[in-house]
């Protein structure tokens, strides 16, 4: 008798843990993640303002914009990216299912927003004339990324 | 008998005129200027094979799938192959099809060819496009039927369409600087803006009416937004950037269809960017 009402009782506690794991919300990974992208849109608008003449250039906040965009590049994204968080099984995101069915492109894609990233490292410093072309590079990044991992706005 | 005459005189009205190509005869080509033709109207956005990068973007050997409430329609192979795509074609005959809509053979083609749009390109940037097409590399890739259903697989029936809805005047009738004449070419001509951009009714033609005021997705999710005055109120500067970058004001960057889009305008000279800006923020 002891040993059913054991066995029972860590059944339950199994099966109530797996529930439990189960309906976890992902408001976590996704205030992340989209904290990331804000982060990145902060100092890429900096430097942005700046090649289109907006505002100063200042070669210390360039730099400093630059320098940061390189660190957000450096995140790992596996642990904000966990199975189930896309738009098709939760709400308040725009990743696509196709992140998870391609994710090496999808991670590559990330990699090559480091490599822009880095192109912008290395001329924020130079002078004003240097920001178009990196700034268009990372453009390019972005804009390869969501072209095919990120749903429409509304 | 009347209903024969009626039958007679609708099938006469919506055949098949080739366009008049007497004013295309003689003109000296630029194939330079052909290519700025090729890049702003976008034809490898639609035409290269699915997935294409880069360079392989000039291969147009087709299979693009677009879908809409009609069925969905697949690119053709438009490269200058001889049997496979147009090689074979003359001057006319592509004039034809980009202004008119018409096959060589008499044929409407389907309005998800934006040729509503083309029919106001100048006849000197047919002609200089037609020279650089001559350059681009030929490809063997057959063209594969659209997937469209009873009955708009009746291509006769879109000549009723063309009707109805064909109209050669500017939507903007005063376009009054050069620059807007030009950002009024680039939005209503060749970068046929509209053809997203603008609200459509059951049977698929432009609400000219609400010109750019945004529409529905055609792939079914999320809408196209309105580029009109009151609803896009970006600064020229940052409209032009955005078409440059895809970096909106915030620094959000742009995603889906328009990433192919800025992709050419990038290639474009920034006086067609601005020019393209100045047209959006003198809309009506």
Redesign the interface.
Known sequence: MKKHLTFAVAFAALACGTAAYAQSDFSGQLKARQGQFRIMAINLGIIGDMAQGKSEYNAEAAQAAANTLVAVSMIQQAPMWPAGSDNMATEGTRAQPNIWEQNDDFLAKWGDFGTAAKAIQAAAAGGVEGLGPVMGQVGGACKACHDTYRAPAN | MGLAALAAAAFFVTGATPIDDSPLAGRDSDPAKGETVFIASGCASCHAAPDAKGDAKLILAGGQRFESDFGTFIAPNISPHPHAGIGSWTLGEFASAVKKGLSPEGQHYYPAFPYGSYLHMDDQDVVDLWAYWQTLPADATPSQPHEVGFPFNIRRSVGVWKLLYLDDSWVVQIADTPELERGRYLVEALAHCGECHTPRDALGGMNRANWLGGAP?PTG???IPSLRPADLTWEP?EIA?YL????TP???????HM??V??NF?KLPASDRQAVAAYLKALP
């Open positions: 997705n999710r999320g809408n500067t950037y440059e970058t895809g970096f915030d620094f959000d960057s742009a995603g889906g990433v192919a800025i992709e990038a």
